[in-house]
């Protein structure tokens, strides 16, 4: 999920890291990283749909 409110799950995980790690996270910080995962996670599955042969 890229932002911070896409699920309960990167709430609870972002509460982890304030209570575990001490690290802060601001919204737009959160937003930074998930969506450069989230391209990169996008990019991967896209080349992988078009080169590995699935229904052919």
């Not at 919204?27 to 080349?47: A, D, N």
């Amino acid at each position: 999920n890229i932002t911070l409110v896409g699920s309960t799950a990167n709430i609870v995980a972002l509460g982890i890291l304030e209570k575990e790690k001490n690290i802060r996270m601001t919204f737009f910080r959160w937003f930074w990283v998930g969506s450069t995962v989230g391209i990169v996670t996008t990019l991967i599955v896209w080349l992988a749909l078009l080169f590995i042969p699935i229904y052919r």
